[in-house]
């Protein structure tokens, strides 16, 4: 009987992740959100099949929900967390706790139901779920730093919300309420999950340095992932806040141990893990939604999605006003964007029995938002980044991309009349009338190019970009060849496989050569300017000079009265790119603390030794603008 259960769920398994997979094709061919489409199918199949399918909230927290946490936070980079560090803090701490008060009051006040469950409520649906919306931002090409703000949001308040729930639920089942108590425990749980996850985090980056295996290094972040939620929930810590730090941490020092065969298998891996966990997630949120129930308590979950939009928007709105600046479009985006999700839905189900009947009315009011989320909000996101202009791409490269394939298909055809021709097929007097009608509108449509490219000189690099990763992955493609044809030895394979890996991580490498290379017919160089950057920014600053394409030098040098090693830049400069260049520089220069040695004497007086060090911004980019009569190349 056992093993009967046990292939039931198999062929359950199975079949779910072959619906997710189908799903997925046609996601792409609609040009939507998968997610969207999951929840959508899940809940046809529980409208026709009648398919009971038994979660928990164990099943979704501990199994589901580690890969989508780990793989966000691992490939959320530390710099730009850091960078929006006090709105997301102020969203993912005081926005849980205010969208719990502000939801519960609301409900109670509407629905009529007791204080108590209604806070319970508020803080079961505080926790934001933007994969859907995530998803969508790549597919448009929105801003990063938006994405970054959302995500790190849903990050942290994923830990907080379970946290506080849970200390509502207690409060809930011994009838008693301390302030201090709250805090206490609340700082203890979410603070203790962050430094396990940090502690276990840097354990795992420190064994990957020691390893030389992908293998062994990709089942090491699965251990990491799944181990620091079970270490945590051991210690009553969230675990879930564990797993978030444990992963930007492995994800920021992790990968500098690694060869790039393994960073490129390991990324590919979690990937994979985070469509699986994402695939079943909204599948079953559509299979477990009970629409006659819904229709029922429809007044209850009406005054539940309006206090969910209202507590978003205090949040968004009253908490965003403090560090960075994020600009009125991001703010209404990021309220929108609130989306809830699998936390959401593993709260609710978790919800224990002396609740009584009103267990049943918060699970019900908990699925009907999720689903007013997911399928409202989660399917017009795209048109509200449209509206506010952050969504559309770039109408040059939209212009070139269209020239470029003309030029493409007019060259097929020309191909495909020569063939003709030669296979007797067409007279020559046609070939000819074609073949000077083809002829003139390649060469037109290459001059247009031409002419994009020496104007907007980032086209030429963007298309010298995607050459070279193409040429790279070919070469990847002939060496495994050879390997599986035993012509190359594994100790060649593994070098030569590394070298190409290591280049394709690139996204733009500085090619001085290729930098300084300019036609005859762009733009003359007008101004030299002198730009000094901090040895860390190097990589960033040549990038961002090399999407422009601009012709630069660069040479070590090293800077001031704090004698620190720099990298001084001479940049050959057109007319009218001064401003470009300054922004770009602006992104990729950031400045930073480091602390300076204080003398240990002053006349004869010594120091203490907790005075000597002094902090001192350094970083950024200093820039010289010169006037130049004559450029040339050499």
């Known amino acids: 009987m056992e093993n009967w259960d046990l292939l039931l769920v198999e062929e359950a398994v199975i079949g779910l992740f072959l619906v997710a997979v189908l799903v997925g094709i046609l996601a792409r061919k609609l040009r939507m959100p998968y997610t969207l489409g999951l929840v959508l199918i899940g809940l046809g199949l529980a409208l026709l099949i009648q398919v009971e399918v038994p979660i928990t909230e164990e099943l979704i927290l501990a199994l589901l929900v580690p890969p989508l946490v780990f793989e966000a936070a691992f490939h959320l980079r530390a710099e730009d967390l850091l960078h929006d560090a006090l709105p997301i803090a102020l969203l993912a701490v005081p926005g849980v706790v205010l969208t719990m008060l502000i939801v519960g009051g609301v409900v109670h006040y509407g629905t009529g139901l007791d204080l108590g469950p209604a806070m319970l409520f508020g803080a079961l649906v505080a926790a934001t779920d933007p994969i859907a919306v995530v998803a969508l931002f790549r597919v448009l090409g929105a801003p990063k730093r938006l994405q970054v703000l959302l995500e790190g949001e849903s990050l942290f308040n994923d830990g907080t919300a379970i946290v506080v729930f849970h200390l509502v639920l207690g409060i809930l089942a011994t009838g008693t309420f301390s302030l201090a108590a709250s805090i206490t425990d609340f700082v203890r749980v979410a603070g203790g999950g962050f430094l396990v996850g940090l502690a276990l985090g840097g354990m795992a980056s420190a064994i990957i340095a020691r390893v030389d295996d992908h293998l062994v290094e990709t089942a090491l972040t699965v251990v990491l992932a799944y181990g620091a939620y079970l270490v945590g929930e051991q210690l009553h810590v969230s675990g879930v806040l564990a797993v978030v730090a444990a992963g930007i941490v492995n994800g920021n020092i992790g990968p500098r141990g690694m060869k790039p065969t393994t960073r490129i298998v390991v990324a590919n891996f979690w990937e994979f893990a985070a469509f699986v966990a994402n695939s079943f997630v909204f599948l079953l949120i559509g299979l477990q939604v009970d629409i006659p129930a819904i229709a029922q308590h429809f007044p209850e979950i009406f005054w539940a999605i309006l206090a969910v939009l209202v507590a978003r928007g205090v949040d968004v709105y009253g908490l965003t006003w403090v560090g960075p600046t994020i600009p009125w479009a991001w703010r209404h985006v990021l309220f929108w964007g609130g989306l809830r999700g699998a936390i959401s839905l593993a709260l609710a189900l978790g919800i224990p029995a002396f609740l009584g009947p009103v267990r049943d009315q918060l699970r019900i009011m908990a699925f009907g938002v999720v689903l007013f989320t997911l399928l409202a909000q989660g399917s017009t996101i795209g048109m509200l980044l449209r509206f506010l202009g952050l969504g559309q791409r770039d109408p040059i490269e939209e212009e070139y991309q269209a020239h470029r394939a003309r030029a493409v298909v007019t060259r097929a055809a020309l191909e495909h009349l020569e063939q003709q021709y030669r296979q007797g097929l067409i007279s020559q007097d046609t070939y000819q009338a074609l073949l000077h009608l083809l002829q003139s509108r390649l060469h037109e449509l290459q001059h247009v190019l031409r002419e994009l490219q020496r104007r907007y000189p980032r086209l030429r690099m963007e298309e010298l970009q995607d050459a070279r990763a193409e040429v790279l992955r070919i070469q990847r493609i002939m060496l495994q060849d050879l390997f599986q044809a035993g012509l190359i030895g594994e100790e060649v394979y593994e070098a030569l496989l590394g070298e190409i890996d290591a280049a394709l991580e690139e996204e733009v490498p500085f090619w001085p050569t290729l930098a300084l290379r300019r036609a005859p017919d762009e733009p003359p160089i007008r101004y030299v300017t002198f730009a000094v950057i ?15 394409a601009l012709p630069f030098v660069a040479f070590p040098s090293v800077g001031g009265y704090l004698q620190r090693r720099n990298m001084t830049l001479l940049i050959g400069l057109p007319e009218g790119q001064f ?40 970083g950024g980019a200093v820039l010289f603008l010169l006037p130049v009569e004559h450029y040339e190349e050499v």
Not at 534 to 548: C, E, I, P, S, V
Not at 603 to 615: D, E, Q
């Open 534 to 548: 901090h040895a860390k920014d190097q990589h960033n600053a040549f990038a961002a000079l090399n999407r422009l």
């Open 579 to 618: 401003e470009e260049m300054v922004e770009a520089l602006r992104y990729a220069c950031r400045r930073r603390v480091e602390f300076v040695a204080s003398p240990q004497k002053v006349k004869g007086i010594p120091i203490p030794l907790w005075v000597r060090p002094r902090p001192v911004t350094v």
